[in-house]
């Protein structure tokens, strides 16, 4: 009897805050922060979930743009105004959880993720061996975008030093990003460039803990290996074609690009600027990242390969914590991953998907995943990256072997003040 009677005031109790987390629900926003290109996808997919979910709930969603770059500084500022669901690049993810800011995934939540998603997205998602957001993406990395009346046949698109021939030869620019507000995500793939034997050229390695403080590190940029990698990053930055951007936009500006290194966000923008009809992408020509020569010997560039995640803000609603879990995996479940794909190519974390044949079929995931140029994106202090960013800045005045190892000095003297905890 006393069972029964438990059950009866449970289902009570479990009725009372549904009623009430749906008056607040009709009532009060539910604010989603999501990247550029995916607003009205996302509000069709959050009204689908309003009129579908099981739990006859219906939130008011209120949905923003903001940059899966910004979205976590802008958060963590704003905090309790911020979003109550936002996407965010992988890299933020431990400052997040250094916040507080994000609630922690409930045991459906992190089952959810495990079941469904690839293991490097997962790692994207996990801090200290908790999975603490929701992994919508696994492309987060960049290629080479190039117009093939420029970059042509006779061309060797996997060297660097042929690309930049070509683009000097027809007064055409090469736009890479490496010394601007983000350039040391694409400077990376010169240091992690691998050698004949496959190895990386160096590696900077962060340790967090649970609290998303960063212990320690294992770094080797300053290092013989650095000053190659430094080296070949110059015969870019030094050459008359170079454009520190990656804007696919470039290949219709004034003083055109022929090649762009950017991402599959870029894909659908890039086919547009380089079509003989509208968006047949007739000119649009996309490979790997290329090799550059350094004293006789070829390394392979290689790209950073991360994640897009979904986070939750912490509320002080329980019900509604648990329902705000429930959208975010729906926003990342392999449905709504399918026709994100369709509409804009982004690429599934979502493991049934990557084995699909229209998956499979894309060129620029093709292009991103191939073999052997890849690195899985770790988490980083978030002033490393400007860090990384200085030393690329100075390299362009430094003219010999020992002024570069020198600016690498000055980089690593500087990496124990980015240890928090």
Not at 25 to 39: L, M, N
Not at 400 to 410: N, P, R, V, W
Request: glycine share 6%.
């Amino acid at each position: 009897m006393k069972k029964k009677l438990l059950c009866i005031a449970l289902c009570l109790v479990m009725v009372a805050a549904a009623v009430c987390a749906l008056v607040a629900c009709e009532d009060d926003a539910i604010v989603v922060w999501v990247g550029e290109g995916t607003k009205e996808f996302t509000e069709q997919k959050l009204k689908e979930w309003n009129e579908t979910n099981e739990y006859d709930v219906k939130f008011n969603f209120k949905v923003e743009m903001v940059s899966e770059s910004k979205a976590a500084g802008d958060a963590i500022q704003k905090q309790q105004s911020a979003a109550d669901i936002f996407c965010f690049a992988q890299d933020q993810l431990a400052r997040l959880v250094e916040s507080g800011l994000l609630a922690p995934l409930n045991a459906t939540s992190q089952q959810a993720v495990t079941d469904s998603c690839d293991d490097g997205s997962i790692a994207a998602a996990t801090i200290n061996g908790t999975i603490r957001a929701f992994p919508m993406t696994a492309d987060n990395g960049y290629f080479m975008y190039y117009d093939k009346r420029v970059i042509t046949a006779d061309v060797d698109e996997t060297s660097l030093e042929s690309l930049i021939a070509a683009c000097e030869a027809a007064g055409k620019k090469f736009s890479m990003n490496l010394t601007k507000d983000g350039g040391s995500w694409y400077a990376a793939s010169f240091f992690y460039a691998t050698d004949e034997n496959g190895d990386s050229l160096c590696k900077s390695e962060w340790t967090v803990n649970e609290n998303g403080k960063f212990t320690k590190y294992d770094d080797n940029f300053r290092s013989d290996n650095g000053v190659i990698a430094l080296k070949g990053m110059q015969k870019l930055l030094l050459s008359s074609c170079h454009q520190d951007s990656a804007d696919v936009g470039d290949f219709n500006a004034a003083n055109a690009s022929a090649v762009v290194i950017s991402g599959i966000w870029d894909y659908n923008a890039a086919k547009t600027a380089l079509s003989d009809q509208p968006g047949d992408g007739k000119y649009l020509g996309v490979a790997a990242l290329p090799s550059f020569e350094v004293d006789g010997n070829k390394y392979e560039m290689r790209t950073y390969l991360g994640s897009k995640l979904v986070g939750v803000k912490r509320q002080s609603d329980a019900t509604q914590a648990i329902l705000l879990q429930k959208v975010a995996m729906y926003l990342t479940s392999e449905a709504v991953q399918q026709a994100r794909f369709e509409l804009v190519g982004w690429g599934p974390s979502n493991k049934n998907l990557q084995d699909s044949a229209a998956v499979k079929a894309s060129v620029a995931l093709s292009v991103l995943h191939t073999e052997g140029k890849t690195v899985l994106q770790g988490q980083y202090p978030t002033n490393w990256w400007a860090k990384v960013e200085a030393l690329t800045l100075s390299a362009k005045t430094a003219e010999t072997d020992g002024a570069l190892l020198a600016i690498l000095s000055t980089y690593k003297n500087g990496l124990d003040s980015l240890k928090n905890g």
